[in-house]
C-alpha cells in the first residue's frame, strides 16, 4: 500500500523559512517522479515543484522559484521542500505528490498518490 | 503559469449526466495528452479520477470519463449520485516543463 506522511508544517512569521518532510512507502521511491502541491485555504490547487527520478532535474512554479527548494533521499525514501523568505500568500496546505513526470520509465504527468498535507501558516 | 479555466459550478440530478470543461491553450490541454481529473471530497486530498485524457486509474468507476478536443478537455460523470458531489479539479502538463491545474468546479447534486 503507498503510503506518503508529511510533517514539518506550522506557524511562521512572514520572511521565515520551514522543512517539509514527506516519508513514503509502498513503491520503489528512487523510480517516480515526487511533487509538491498546494493548497490555500478556501482555494483551488497549485502544481508548486517536482522532483524528477530520472534526470535529477527539478521544476518550479514561478511563484516560488528562488525560495523554494526541493529535494529527495532516495535512501531514506523522503522528499523534502525547504521554504523560504515565506509570504501570507504561502499560507495553505502542502500536499506531497507521487507522480509528475516519469515513474519506472513510463511517463506518469499525472498524481496517482497524495498524502494527508501539512498546513503552513505564515503570520505574524 | 495560468490557471486552466473551468466553471465555477455545476449540478445535476441523481441519475442524471454532467459535463465539467477544461480550457488551455496549444502549450497545455492542446499540445499534450496529459490531462488528469481530481476529485476533492471537503477536508480530504484529492483523488485521481481520470489520466492521459480518458484513462481509469484501478478502483475509479466508470461512470466517469474523459476526453479532449482543441485546447479543451472534458470530464462526464454518467449517473450521477450522492457521493459525486465534490469539488473536481482538472491538470495538465505544459510546454515550460510545468503542471498547471484548473481553477476548480463544484459539483452539486440536486
Known amino acids: 500500500e503507498v503510503q506518503l506522511l508529511e510533517s514539518g508544517g506550522g506557524l511562521v512569521q512572514p520572511g521565515g523559512s520551514l522543512r517539509l518532510s514527506c516519508a513514503a512507502s509502498g513503491f520503489t521511491f528512487s523510480s517516480c517522479a515526487m511533487t509538491w502541491v498546494r493548497q490555500a485555504p478556501g482555494k483551488g490547487l497549485e502544481w508548486v515543484s517536482t522532483?524528477?527520478?530520472?534526470?535529477?532535474?527539478?521544476y518550479y512554479a514561478d511563484s516560488v522559484k528562488g525560495r523554494f527548494t526541493i529535494s529527495r533521499d532516495n535512501s531514506e525514501n523522503t522528499l523534502y521542500l525547504q521554504v523560504s523568505s515565506l509570504r501570507a500568500e504561502d499560507t495553505a496546505v502542502y500536499y506531497c505528490v507521487k507522480g509528475g513526470r516519469y515513474c519506472s520509465g513510463t511517463s506518469c504527468f499525472y498524481f496517482d498518490y497524495w498524502g494527508q498535507g501539512t498546513l503552513v501558516t505564515v503570520s505574524s | 503559469q495560468s490557471a486552466l479555466t473551468q466553471p465555477a459550478s455545476v449540478s445535476g440530478s441523481p441519475g442524471q449526466s454532467i459535463t465539467i470543461s477544461c480550457t488551455g491553450t496549444s502549450s497545455d490541454v492542446g499540445h499534450y495528452n496529459y490531462v488528469s481529473w481530481y476529485q476533492q471530497h471537503p477536508g480530504k486530498a484529492p483523488k485521481l479520477m481520470i489520466y492521459d485524457v480518458s484513462n481509469w486509474p484501478s478502483g475509479v468507476s466508470n461512470r466517469f470519463s474523459g476526453s479532449k478536443s482543441g485546447n479543451t478537455a472534458s470530464l462526464t460523470i454518467s449517473g450521477l449520485q450522492a457521493e459525486d458531489e465534490a469539488d473536481y479539479y482538472c491538470?495538465?502538463?505544459?510546454?515550460?516543463?510545468?503542471?498547471?491545474f484548473g481553477t476548480g468546479t463544484k459539483v452539486t447534486v440536486l
Open positions: 491538470s495538465s502538463y505544459t510546454s515550460s516543463s510545468t503542471l498547471v
Open positions: 522532483f524528477s527520478s530520472t534526470s535529477g532535474n527539478t
